[in-house]
């Protein structure tokens, strides 16, 4: 195979990212140039070594910095064959450089589609495809207007977040007033107003080749994601359940394929969050054009016994993917502190492990001293693993009732 030169862009050196990195970077054939604006010995000494190239630079999320990262690269190991990276605040950024340069993968105007909510949920509603009524708003005038239309509760977000961030549920004008005023919206950064969804919460990921769903998998929020932000105390899980061909995910397949061809999906790997209403319908919470978070890519690798992060670099850079045959249900649990401040003391992780130890397959426990994290991830998760979806539940609900984090 002649070896290709691959840029990836990543702003910050996040222990998943370094992941991703690590899986790219360890491809055969593929020589890897880095741009990044965290220094490149924070990196693995077995991850920097491998590296063809590395440039800093002061924004990592800025396009023009990146463009000039990858002209900088192309200059000494000529022309990059593709240009990536994992985070979402990236993907528009990254498309703009890959139109300015020439480089194929995802345009800028497609990645706006899964980037931008407002925009998303228009491109949908115009497919005929269900999701929660939106509005655009410039003021408080526009948003109360639009809550009289649409009736209480509300969510109130910025158009191009991520991961929950400043994002808030409203059940009253009052509420509403307090969120949307502290986006300060203007005609030039306007808010995101949207009616609030219910029914159980899950995630979809789908791998495409050319615009061909190839794979796909699912999970259950065990609560949903704004429920977790909004009470910081609660430790939540994230189940994949073994049996993801059955009848019951027949809705939320055709609604998810249809989303990814109505946004412009090429090759890549998505992340869909939808509800599954009381008739059983599934309806469009958000999608990204980005791997997942909340470890669902390590559930995934464990589920499949195949590694997702290896698996989905070689997607992004060569358009191949081999998918897998599920083995496993799979689940992650989240620890977070019960307090403000630093981890004082982790209790209950003994009697957990006589209960259930035999099934974890990777953990990380919260240490003493650790500051708490403003992530909805929380201080610490663990994995567990079985051919049985409903032992992996069961191990969840007792991680979570057992392990207790005490912060102050």
Known sequence: MKPVHVVFAAPFFLDTTVRFIRSAVELPGVR???????????????????????????????????????????SRLGAPHRLIGALEQLQVPLGEVRDALGIEGMSAAVARNFRDKATMKTV????????????LCSSLTEAV???????????????????????????????LEGAVNSHHPSAERPVLVEEFMTGDEHSFEVVSIHGKPVWYSLTQYQPAPLDVMRNPWIQWCVLLPRETDHPQWDAVKKVGFATNTALGMGTGLTHMEWFRRKDGSAVVSEIGARPPGAQIVSLNSYANDFDLYRAWAKLVIHDEFDPPTQKYAAGAAFFRGQGNGQVVRVEGVDEAQKEIGHLVVEARLPRPGQRRSSSYEGEGYAIVRHPDTAVVQDALHRMVRRIRVITA
Do not use: N
């Not at 949908?124 to 509005?135: D, T, Y």
């Not at 109130?156 to 509420?175: E, F, N, R």
């Open 145 to 175: 207007a639009f809550a009289r239309e649409v009736g209480y509760p509300l969510v109130v977000k910025p158009p191009a977040g991520a991961g929950t961030v400043a994002t808030y549920q409203v059940g009253h004008q009052a509420d």
């Open 32 to 74: 890897l140039s880095l741009v990044s604006q965290d220094p490149v010995e924070r990196l693995p000494a077995d991850v920097r070594h491998r590296l063809a190239q590395f440039y800093r630079v002061q924004d990592g999320l800025d396009p023009q910095q990146l463009a000039d990262a990858t002209r900088f690269f192309g």
């Open 124 to 135: 949908l509603s115009a497919a005929g495809i269900p999701c929660a009524r939106h509005r």
